[in-house]
């Protein structure tokens, strides 16, 4: 058996971040909309949580943020002449148009790809899909910067193999890795690679949520388990509780998460719960790995505290000792069911029994928690040591971090300040100042 660690790439909160409120369906985000951001305090909150956990000794690492405003986008949709023509005339005729632009959403990293380590695949190489994110305007154009970014990250073919975003239809709706989740026996063994999906396509008879859209489609998740070379008897698709989309849990990882052999889940997160943790138990039998499912009863934490707390947007870590820790946002904490539930369940002589909080509030209001702000990649140490080291994180890096961020960002952002064409230049002058920092000359468009 390889030795491999899991690397957690988070997503490092761009300049530009603000509350636009773009994402139907995601209540913490669309309840936010139009409200003055602080985008120096939620990049150092995103900052302090992967020096943390990398000081604990988890493998951390980043993405950097993309561009913002998108202006590849606005001129491609009519709007020409200088950046800051661009910027005042989208402001003034569409500036729905401009927020879309000026989406912070890169931040949430689990959307970016979905990863299939090279202990799955048929080829040996670590596969990365990058997410369409077709069902929003400001997520369906971020693909080409996430591929670039990814490529330019794991470049060795002999390693890893980047294959860009699925073709923009809604039959193929793809979120990337908050739809998927791997268990497994450890993360150097063969796994199970369990693919949640919200809607099929092309099955009309198919429970389908009423009230907000179903993201993930199961065309998408098959159509990644083929790119990747998945074993079939290893890659599980489950579809999602339409009823539970409808209250507001928009990805999967709003309502459960995975770690090793260990599935942390809510009573309502599938359609059909039995089958599908039978479905499972099946095929990690297959790679020697007996399921350990956690069920949090609705009796115990209501789909609204839920989402309210984000207790399933949480990180789930493998530790050292052959136990778990679980990371999870302030806001469990201050959810009277929320955090009554965690108290039993660190008292439990389970696999979790420690619980590391952080306060990520300005990533909350934005609608995402600990887990929206990473993606995991699996590696062995031969890919560990083939992939850029420039964004991996330790105490040298985090040092010229925060001072960069305390050089080049706001402190507070209206939604008026978008229209502001200083503020694009202050964004280009940040990332073309990172670039050098990380090592990844000619990431953006602006630096070619």
């Given at each position: 058996m390889t030795h491999a660690r899991e690397f957690n790439f988070d997503g490092l909160v761009g300049p530009s971040h603000n509350y636009a409120g773009l994402s139907f369906g995601n209540v913490a985000s669309f309840s936010n909309v139009k409200s003055t951001s602080n985008p120096k305090e939620a990049a150092l909150q995103g900052l302090a949580k992967m020096r943390t956990l990398a000081a604990r000794g988890f493998a951390q690492a980043l993405l950097p943020p993309q561009a913002r405003p998108n202006f590849r986008l606005l001129r491609s949709i009519g709007f020409t002449g200088s950046d800051a023509e661009v910027i005042s005339r989208a402001f003034r005729e569409a500036p729905v148009l401009l927020s879309a632009a000026y989406s912070a959403s890169p931040m949430w990293t689990a959307n970016a790809a979905t990863v299939s380590p090279s202990a799955d695949t048929a080829d040996g190489r670590c596969h990365f899909t990058v997410a369409n994110l077709n069902n929003k305007l400001h997520r369906s154009c971020e693909h080409t910067q996430t591929a670039r970014t990814l490529r330019a990250l794991f470049a060795d073919e002999r390693h890893f193999a980047v294959h860009d975003a699925l073709p923009p239809t809604p039959a193929f709706g793809d979120e990337g890795a908050a739809n998927h989740t791997r268990l497994c026996a450890n993360h150097g063994a063969p796994g199970v690679e369990m693919f949640v999906y919200g809607r099929a396509?092309?099955?009309?008879?198919?429970?389908?949520?009423k009230r907000f859209p179903a993201r993930q489609t199961l065309e998408a998740s098959q159509a990644v388990a083929?790119?990747?070379?998945?074993?079939?008897?290893?890659?599980?698709?489950?579809q999602q509780d339409p009823e539970t989309i409808d209250q507001g849990v928009f990805h999967n990882d709003v309502i459960a998460v995975g770690n090793a052999n260990v599935l942390f889940y809510h009573q309502q997160a599938f359609v059909d719960e039995a089958g599908s943790l039978d479905t499972l138990r099946r095929a990690m039998a297959g790679v020697q790995a007996e399921l350990v499912p956690i069920r949090v009863d609705t009796a115990d934490v209501s789909v609204?505290?839920?989402?309210?707390?984000?207790?399933?947007?949480?990180?789930?870590?493998?530790?050292a000792n052959g136990?778990?820790?679980?990371?999870?946002?302030?806001?469990?904490r201050e959810n009277p069911a929320v955090d009554r539930y965690l108290e039993i369940l660190l008292a439990s002589d389970g696999p979790i029994d420690e619980l590391v909080t952080f306060d990520l509030r300005q990533s909350m209001r934005n609608g995402g928690g600990p887990a929206c702000l990473r993606l995991r990649v699996a590696l062995n140490d031969a890919e560990a040591a083939a992939m850029h080291q420039g964004v991996v994180m330790n105490e040298a890096l985090y040092a010229r971090l925060t001072e960069w961020v305390g050089k080049h960002y706001r402190d507070r952002l209206a939604p008026a300040d978008l229209a502001d064409p200083q503020l694009a230049v202050e964004v280009q002058t940040a990332l073309d100042e990172l670039t050098v920092l990380l090592g990844l000359p000619?990431?953006?468009?602006f630096q070619r």
């Amino acid at each position: 058996m390889t030795h491999a660690r899991e690397f957690n790439f988070d997503g490092l909160v761009g300049p530009s971040h603000n509350y636009a409120g773009l994402s139907f369906g995601n209540v913490a985000s669309f309840s936010n909309v139009k409200s003055t951001s602080n985008p120096k305090e939620a990049a150092l909150q995103g900052l302090a949580k992967m020096r943390t956990l990398a000081a604990r000794g988890f493998a951390q690492a980043l993405l950097p943020p993309q561009a913002r405003p998108n202006f590849r986008l606005l001129r491609s949709i009519g709007f020409t002449g200088s950046d800051a023509e661009v910027i005042s005339r989208a402001f003034r005729e569409a500036p729905v148009l401009l927020s879309a632009a000026y989406s912070a959403s890169p931040m949430w990293t689990a959307n970016a790809a979905t990863v299939s380590p090279s202990a799955d695949t048929a080829d040996g190489r670590c596969h990365f899909t990058v997410a369409n994110l077709n069902n929003k305007l400001h997520r369906s154009c971020e693909h080409t910067q996430t591929a670039r970014t990814l490529r330019a990250l794991f470049a060795d073919e002999r390693h890893f193999a980047v294959h860009d975003a699925l073709p923009p239809t809604p039959a193929f709706g793809d979120e990337g890795a908050a739809n998927h989740t791997r268990l497994c026996a450890n993360h150097g063994a063969p796994g199970v690679e369990m693919f949640v999906y919200g809607r099929a396509e092309f099955d009309a008879a198919a429970p389908a949520p009423k009230r907000f859209p179903a993201r993930q489609t199961l065309e998408a998740s098959q159509a990644v388990a083929r790119l990747h070379g998945l074993d079939a008897q290893r890659a599980v698709f489950i579809q999602q509780d339409p009823e539970t989309i409808d209250q507001g849990v928009f990805h999967n990882d709003v309502i459960a998460v995975g770690n090793a052999n260990v599935l942390f889940y809510h009573q309502q997160a599938f359609v059909d719960e039995a089958g599908s943790l039978d479905t499972l138990r099946r095929a990690m039998a297959g790679v020697q790995a007996e399921l350990v499912p956690i069920r949090v009863d609705t009796a115990d934490v209501s789909v609204a505290d839920a989402v309210g707390s984000y207790l399933f947007n949480s990180q789930l870590l493998s530790r050292a000792n052959g136990r778990m820790a679980l990371v999870v946002p302030q806001e469990c904490r201050e959810n009277p069911a929320v955090d009554r539930y965690l108290e039993i369940l660190l008292a439990s002589d389970g696999p979790i029994d420690e619980l590391v909080t952080f306060d990520l509030r300005q990533s909350m209001r934005n609608g995402g928690g600990p887990a929206c702000l990473r993606l995991r990649v699996a590696l062995n140490d031969a890919e560990a040591a083939a992939m850029h080291q420039g964004v991996v994180m330790n105490e040298a890096l985090y040092a010229r971090l925060t001072e960069w961020v305390g050089k080049h960002y706001r402190d507070r952002l209206a939604p008026a300040d978008l229209a502001d064409p200083q503020l694009a230049v202050e964004v280009q002058t940040a990332l073309d100042e990172l670039t050098v920092l990380l090592g990844l000359p000619n990431l953006y468009d602006f630096q070619r």
